[in-house]
Each structure stands twice: as C-alpha cells, then as structure tokens.
C-alpha cells in the first residue's frame, strides 16, 4: 500500500502563519492536529465497561472527569456510559481497544477526523474564554484536567484545562475556522504593540 500521509492536512493548516502572528506572551493560539480521538460507549457495571476500563486504566465516573493527562492516553467523560478517548496521532488506539472490547457489549469507533483541538495558552488564556464559554472557569471550579461540553461563539465544543493557562477546545471540524475567528477577535486586547 502507497504511503498517503502527505496528503492529510489539517482542518486549520491553512491558518498556521494567522494563529502564529496573533500569538504573543499574554495568549496564544495553534491547532494540535491529527490527535487520535476514539468514542466509547459502554454501559457501567458490564463487562465491555470492565474491560475498556481496564485497558485504559480506568474510565471517569462523572461530568468533568478525565482520567489520564494530555501526555498520555486519556479519556474524556462525556455521558454515564460515553467517552472520549485522546491520545497521540496514529497510535493505533482504536484497532486496540476494539480488540480489548471484543464480543463484550460496547461500542469502540474512531472518531479522529471529527474533531480537531485548538490550543489557547498563556496567562489571558481564562479571559479570552470568559467571554464566550458560560460556565465558571476559575480553577477552583475547573481545575487542570477537567473537561466539558459546553459552547465557544455559541459553537458546541469539548473544553478541556490542560494545565492552568492552557485548553484544549474541540469543535468538528467544519466549525473550525468559525471558533478561530472568534478566539482570534477575543485575544485582540491582549495583543502586545
């Protein structure tokens, strides 16, 4: 099989130079692309459950958990029994964890291409956010690896705090470019000159 890697390009590639030039030390923005992101769902209490949890050292148990961190595999609540596996790109995870599910009741489904991360840094990072997303975002009330749905520019999205001047935002794909545009406008008084 030919190797086709070099023509996969990214949602945002087109924007790098934009998201470079817009960034400064206050806030910065760029796309984490090509990140692996793989569904799953599966009951608590059943053995699929069981069995993804163990692969993965667990899976989170309420809104906003998250187990693992952005340097390794971690899985993202997003309902009782649905989650959001996140690792790097072209890990094989899903292919893996459909082989840990097996014939036990679940579902394991790549979901890479329907999402992409974009990354909002720096320490204006929190006020940038606040005039979009409607929920607290003072770390007392979302600490680093902590993530929800909610919107940005009334977008629905996945807003994960990677650390505590950094999130990882994840709209689909085809609304990309519109949440860019809107972080872009939003970190305008942040700018340094």
């Known amino acids: 099989m ?13 924007r790098i130079q934009e998201l470079e030039q817009a960034s400064g030390d206050a806030v910065a923005l760029r796309e984490v692309p090509f990140t692996t992101m793989v569904g799953l769902r599966a009951a608590p209490g059943s053995t699929g459950h069981e069995a993804l949890a163990s692969a993965l050292g667990g899976l989170p148990a309420q809104v906003g958990d998250v187990v693992g961190d952005v340097d390794s595999t971690a899985v993202l609540w ?12 072209d890990t094989g995870l899903a292919a893996s964890l459909e082989s840990t599910l097996g ?18 840094s720096g320490e204006a990072s929190e006020p940038v ?25 009334l977008t629905p999205v996945m807003v994960w ?3 505590e001047h950094t999130w990882w935002i994840a709209p689909r794909i085809s609304f990309a470019d519109h949440v860019v545009n809107f972080l872009l406008d939003a970190m305008l008084e942040f700018r340094e000159g």
């Open 78 to 89: 997003l309902s009782p029994d649905e989650f959001l596996a996140v690792d790097q790109p």
């Open 2 to 14: 030919a190797n086709v890697q070099h023509l996969r390009h990214s949602p945002l590639e087109p």
């Open 161 to 163: 705090r990677v650390a």
């Open 129 to 153: 956010l606040r005039k979009t997303v409607p929920l607290d975002l003072h770390l007392r009330s979302w600490p680093v690896n902590k993530a929800y749905a909610t919107q940005v520019a």
């Open 103 to 120: 014939d036990n009741s679940g579902q394991v489904l790549d979901l890479s291409a329907n999402r992409t991360f974009i990354e909002l």
